[in-house]
């Protein structure tokens, strides 16, 4: 099985950069996503890590540490629309291939 | 990226009633559907995982008598919740995935998700 935790919310100033971790603990590892989800609608792709190391991507960068079962996402020049869930999810890497998500993290970006 | 259209994407029943939601890959071809749950202010929570042509793996605890699924094409599965009840109000949202091989990260592409109140 999967366990896969996350601080249920955190808060920051517009402008700011936030870190937000997630740790795993998993049966079976196949990647490490990230997904933003604003309150009433479906998750949007973030990143994705399967090797040890940072990925890039604008404003945002993920972090994964495999060895650790660690990973965090780094949201810089926060901006309000930034005030979302975000979910940590990690892909097995046995049958369906599945997702299990984590709890999600609530942010609140304030001006 | 990839397109997955949901219908509806509200929907109002009365207990005891049957309601089918609709989830269509739109611009590729799904090998596997996921259909998740997600209470207010929780996670996605894995219902079942649909395979075409193949029956659906359910999730410890999910009844499957009660959520059906089904996968009949490479861009449709539906998943009907039979016998609705006012604690089945929750959101639904299905995912799919293409080929793994294919494409950057193989990552899911989710529907806009279906609102379920049962009265």
């Known amino acids: 099985g999967q366990n896969i935790d996350q601080p249920t919310e955190m808060t920051a100033t517009e402008g700011a950069i936030v870190q937000i971790n997630c740790t795993y603990q998993?049966?079976?590892?196949?990647?490490l996503f990230w997904y933003q989800q604003h309150a009433g609608e479906a998750p949007t792709f973030l990143s994705y890590n399967v090797l040890d190391g940072l990925e890039e991507k604008g404003r945002f960068s993920s972090f994964l540490s495999r060895s650790k079962g660690y990973s965090y996402l780094l949201l810089k020049e926060l901006q309000m629309k930034d005030s979302a869930s975000y979910l940590c999810?990690?892909?097995?890497?046995?049958?369906?291939?599945?997702?299990?998500f984590g709890t999600g993290t609530r942010l609140l970006v304030s001006p | 990226g990839a397109v997955v259209s949901q219908h509806p994407s509200w929907v109002i029943c009365k207990s005891g009633t049957s309601v089918k939601i609709e989830c269509r890959s739109l611009?590729?071809?799904?090998?596997?559907m996921f259909w998740y749950r997600q209470f207010p202010k929780q996670s996605l929570m894995l219902m079942a995982t649909?395979?075409?042509?193949?029956?659906?793996?359910?999730e410890q605890g999910v009844e499957k008598d009660k959520f059906l699924i089904n996968h009949a094409s490479l861009t449709l599965s539906t998943l009907t919740v039979t016998s609705a009840h006012p604690e089945d109000s929750s959101f639904y949202i299905c995912?799919?995935?293409?080929?793994?091989?294919?494409?950057?990260?193989?990552?899911?592409?989710f529907g806009e998700g279906s609102r379920l109140t049962v009265l």
């Open positions: 995912s799919a995935r293409g080929h793994i091989l294919t494409g950057a990260t193989g990552e899911l592409f």
């Open positions: 998993t049966s079976g590892f196949n990647g």
């Open positions: 649909s395979n075409e042509g193949s029956k659906a793996t359910y």
């Open positions: 611009d590729f071809q799904a090998t596997t």
């Open positions: 999810a990690a892909r097995e890497n046995t049958g369906f291939q599945k997702l299990v």
